[in-house]
């Protein structure tokens, strides 16, 4: 009896270690790794975040050795999406991260777009990408920098890097027409289509995809983002909105058609929408002085009523000043799909969306010519 019992504990013992092995295995098989090494990241830790096909982030910290390298364990339960920032430089990296895979990262953080990522088909096919357009890349990197550091003829800055960009759309136009499945071309779709002025242009390259990139979750995510820009986009009519004024008086662009609107986007405490102010002001101006009747109006994205109310104070009386106090969690924000601010849409007195993106300097040219075409018609 004394036998049978010491080979019955044995045997429990046994199975639970094999369970406990067992569970051990599953649990490692959801893991995956980061490594690497990167020059010039100014800081003690990146940002790591993963978009989740639950439509939400998940944020991870990295710390970063004096020669720059770092290394990273997590779990993940399916092919998933990431960001690599370096530290709060606004630069990142793009990753992608799946059960058991081992990623190497290296290059120089000042130059994101030529960072190489290693490890699962995804990260190698846009590393390929990178590869096989360093020139291109490297030569975008040179002007971005001359610009930051206000390097140089800013205007012939602005063709080279137009030219330039044209050129790696046209590259990327070919890479997503030759690997119309692959995971990488849906990145890439992200990185030179994701754009205003890039609507019809992005349909197509999204209806081009086939399975598995037309059924990954930032396709999706791209198909959702498009038929957002299609609302707001040059040709499109105004999407509606109503919002309070200053003094609480609830206002919409219906109540000025028949005129042509200038709808701004901007912040009391934003100091480049206080610097652009200036320039508004004197389109303002020019316009009432060839007597063309064009109301401005502006959408304050702040939940202080008070600075709004002090702005207003230095605007013409006529100025149409909006408030949203939910900032960029605002409807019109997203209706609009505005991105950036100060950021400005010129709406026609039929009450469509004539262009977009509309600097001060160049309005009043803008509404000349128009009008001077409607007047032929």
Same mark, same amino acid.
């Given at each position: 009896?004394?036998?049978?019992?010491?080979?019955?504990?044995?045997?429990?013992?046994?199975?639970?270690?094999?369970?406990?092995?067992?569970?051990?295995?599953?649990?490692?098989? %959801?893991?995956?790794? +980061?490594?690497?090494? #990167? @020059? !010039?990241?100014? /800081?003690?830790?990146?940002?790591?975040?993963? *978009? =989740?096909?639950?439509?939400?982030?998940?944020?991870?910290?990295?710390?970063?050795?004096?020669?720059?390298?770092?290394?990273?364990?997590?779990?993940?339960?399916?092919?998933?999406?990431?960001?690599?920032?370096?530290?709060?430089?606004?630069?990142?990296?793009?990753?992608?991260?799946?059960?058991?895979?081992?990623?190497?990262?290296?290059?120089?953080?000042?130059?994101?777009?030529?960072?190489?990522?290693?490890?699962?088909?995804?990260?190698?096919?846009?590393?390929?990408?990178?590869?096989?357009?360093?020139?291109?890349?490297? %030569?975008?990197?040179? +002007?971005?920098?001359? #610009? @930051? !550091?206000?390097? /140089?003829?800013?205007?012939?800055?602005?063709? *080279? =890097?137009?030219?330039?960009?044209?050129?790696?759309?046209?590259?990327?136009?070919?890479?997503?027409?030759?690997?119309?499945?692959?995971?990488?071309?849906?990145?890439?779709?992200?990185?030179?289509?994701?754009?205003?002025?890039?609507?019809?242009?992005?349909?197509?390259?999204?209806?081009?995809?086939?399975?598995?990139?037309?059924?990954?979750?930032?396709?999706?995510?791209?198909?959702?983002?498009?038929?957002?820009?299609?609302?707001?986009?040059?040709?499109?009519?105004?999407?509606?909105?109503?919002?309070?004024?200053?003094?609480?008086?609830?206002?919409?662009?219906?109540?000025?058609?028949?005129?042509?609107?200038?709808?701004?986007?901007?912040?009391?405490?934003?100091?480049?929408?206080?610097?652009?102010?200036?320039?508004?002001?004197?389109?303002?101006?020019?316009?009432?002085?060839?007597?063309?009747?064009?109301?401005?109006?502006?959408?304050?994205?702040?939940?202080?009523?008070?600075?709004?109310?002090?702005?207003?104070?230095?605007?013409?009386?006529?100025?149409?000043?909006?408030?949203?106090?939910?900032?960029?969690?605002?409807?019109?924000?997203?209706?609009?799909?505005?991105?950036?601010?100060?950021?400005?849409?010129?709406?026609?007195?039929?009450?469509?969306?004539?262009?977009?993106?509309?600097?001060?300097?160049?309005?009043?040219?803008?509404?000349?010519?128009?009008?001077?075409?409607?007047?032929?018609?």
């Amino acid at each position: 009896m004394k036998i049978t019992k010491h080979i019955l504990y044995c045997t429990v013992i046994l199975l639970a270690l094999i369970l406990l092995v067992s569970a051990c295995k599953k649990e490692n098989g %959801k893991i995956f790794s +980061i490594e690497g090494k #990167l @020059e !010039n990241t100014n /800081g003690s830790y990146l940002l790591f975040i993963k *978009e =989740l096909p639950t439509d939400t982030l998940a944020i991870d910290t990295i710390k970063i050795d004096k020669d720059g390298s770092f290394s990273f364990k997590s779990e993940i339960d399916t092919l998933t999406f990431a960001r690599l920032f370096f530290n709060q430089q606004g630069r990142a990296i793009s990753v992608f991260v799946d059960k058991g895979w081992k990623i190497k990262i290296s290059g120089d953080a000042s130059t994101p777009d030529l960072v190489e990522v290693s490890g699962g088909e995804a990260n190698d096919d846009l590393t390929d990408f990178k590869k096989k357009n360093k020139s291109l890349l490297a %030569k975008r990197n040179r +002007i971005y920098k001359d #610009l @930051e !550091n206000k390097k /140089g003829d800013s205007e012939s800055l602005q063709t *080279e =890097l137009m030219n330039i960009s044209f050129e790696l759309t046209g590259k990327a136009r070919d890479y997503i027409k030759k690997n119309p499945a692959k995971i990488a071309s849906v990145v890439i779709i992200h990185h030179f289509y994701k754009d205003n002025s890039m609507a019809d242009r992005l349909e197509e390259q999204l209806n081009s995809l086939q399975s598995p990139a037309k059924s990954f979750y930032l396709t999706e995510e791209l198909h959702l983002f498009n038929q957002s820009i299609k609302q707001s986009r040059v040709g499109a009519q105004a999407p509606y909105f109503s919002l309070p004024d200053i003094n609480g008086k609830r206002m919409s662009l219906n109540d000025f058609r028949g005129k042509y609107v200038l709808l701004s986007f901007l912040s009391a405490v934003c100091p480049v929408c206080e610097a652009n102010m200036p320039y508004l002001l004197d389109a303002s101006k020019a316009l009432k002085q060839k007597k063309m009747d064009v109301k401005f109006m502006s959408i304050y994205l702040d939940s202080d009523k008070k600075v709004v109310k002090d702005k207003k104070n230095s605007l013409p009386a006529d100025w149409i000043t909006l408030i949203d106090v939910q900032e960029w969690a605002a409807e019109p924000v997203s209706t609009y799909n505005i991105t950036e601010i100060p950021y400005s849409i010129l709406i026609s007195p039929e009450g469509k969306i004539v262009e977009r993106g509309i600097s001060a300097t160049e309005l009043v040219s803008k509404l000349e010519e128009l009008i001077k075409n409607n007047n032929k018609q």
